[in-house]
């Protein structure tokens, strides 16, 4: 079988995705990425990648070229990628559903006898086409229509409200993590990996977001935060982190670190690459997890910070995330930045309470969450699309 993954090819879940899935069945992995290579690794483990350089240009940078022409640019592109190299997939299967891709979407029938699609984070709340997101649902709605497959946390209910005519092409997969593997097998303590580190053990260590994305508010939160009546009170008892290492700002993270640095407040701010070992370390060496971002689709990064015991206080408007409740995590949900933060000072007044509230996650996360565990239900649904590949 030979699958044509379309997505961020530099991105960490699609390198462990293609590893797993290969050693799951046999199959052969390309992908085409919108995005450049940024160098994070040497090696891919695709059998092809193709990396379009088209947002490297200067023209792609003007703002009336790029909220007008840019989708309808890169999508020509595409589709000479794949009038150049003349392959016939088994599968086209495309991972975020960006504007370029929902624009002619029968023409794929050309390149592959079936099609999956995966909503990734952003697709039902903020992208559109030709500055419009009505547009842009309306030309996604087409390319669902035409689809053999949608693949991904289902039990999405406004995206059925919207798609109801996707239920009976739905199926059910998460990405899993090797930082869950590495974790669930870890015998350092906290304390241990604040040490490594170089943080106090003593400190209550506090991460805001998950990445350097300005969608995650980290600023707004440490505002908030610093603002608070209690704040004087506990600030020597905290070290907040930033993994800023993925898209970060240089003049968004000097604004975070002068408000630190007036504030008094310990800080991490992590703004180069981390490897597997690095990151079971940081999620291992967190306490309390700020997740409050605009948008979410349940990242793995979540998942490994339930799996590290950290205490995770998340806004309740992640369509995705009730199921990890209903898988047994325990966590924080509020509906908004001020109730995250009264939380937050609820379980500094209270640590002990809180850190045996979620010392039963990790188990859970150990369980079912492992690339070898979640990569069944994607390879299931390949080989119903091509059972005899």
Not at 136 to 141: E, V
Not at 296 to 301: A, K, M, R, T, Y
Not at 352 to 380: C, M, P, Q, T
Request: aromatic fraction near 14%; glycine fraction near 4%.
């Amino acid at each position: 079988m030979r699958i044509l993954l379309v997505g961020d090819a530099n991105s960490i879940f699609f390198v462990h995705y293609a590893n797993a899935l290969k050693k799951a069945m046999d199959v052969e992995v390309h992908v085409y990425s919108p995005v450049p290579n940024k160098g994070d690794y040497t090696a891919f483990p695709y059998d092809y990648v193709y990396f379009d350089d088209y947002e490297l240009k200067k023209i792609s940078k003007i703002r009336f070229v790029s909220w007008l022409f840019n989708p309808y640019v890169m999508r020509r592109r595409f589709s000479k990628f794949l009038k150049k190299n003349a392959k016939k997939y088994d599968i086209i299967h495309f991972k975020w559903i960006l504007p370029s891709w929902v624009i002619c979407p029968k023409a794929y029938r050309k390149y592959a006898d079936k099609i999956c699609v995966t909503l990734w984070g952003g697709e039902l709340e903020y992208l559109q086409l030709l500055r419009s997101h009505k547009y842009y649902l309306s030309k996604l709605g087409s390319l669902i229509k035409s689809a053999d497959a949608v693949v991904g946390v289902m039990e999405n209910h406004r995206f059925f409200d919207i798609f109801p005519f996707a239920k009976p092409i739905s199926h059910h997969a998460i990405y899993g993590s090797t930082i869950i593997e590495k974790l669930s097998q870890m015998t350092q303590t906290k304390d241990d990996s604040k040490k490594i580190l170089g943080i106090e053990p003593e400190k209550i260590t506090v991460m805001l977001g998950y990445s350097g994305k300005t969608l995650h508010n980290h600023d707004k939160i440490l505002n908030d935060i610093v603002k608070h009546d209690d704040f004087k009170g506990v600030v020597n008892k905290l070290h907040f982190i930033f993994p800023m290492s993925r898209s970060y700002d240089a003049a968004y993270c000097d604004g975070l670190e002068a408000v630190l640095k007036q504030n008094g407040c310990s800080y991490s701010m992590i703004k180069t690459y981390m490897s597997d070992d690095d990151v079971a370390t940081l999620r291992n060496a967190t306490d309390v997890m700020f997740q409050l971002s605009n948008f979410d689709n349940l990242s793995g990064s979540i998942l490994e910070s339930l799996c590290a015991n950290t205490l995770l206080i998340s806004g309740d408007w992640f369509p995705s995330y009730h199921v990890l409740k209903e898988a047994g995590f325990k966590y924080l949900e509020v509906s908004g930045r001020e109730e995250a933060v009264d939380d937050f000072y609820k379980v500094i007044g209270n640590y002990g309470y809180y850190r045996d509230f979620v010392k039963n996650n990790k188990n859970v996360a150990a369980l079912k969450h492992s690339w070898s565990e979640i990569i069944k239900d994607w390879a299931r649904v390949y080989r119903e699309l091509s059972p005899e590949k």
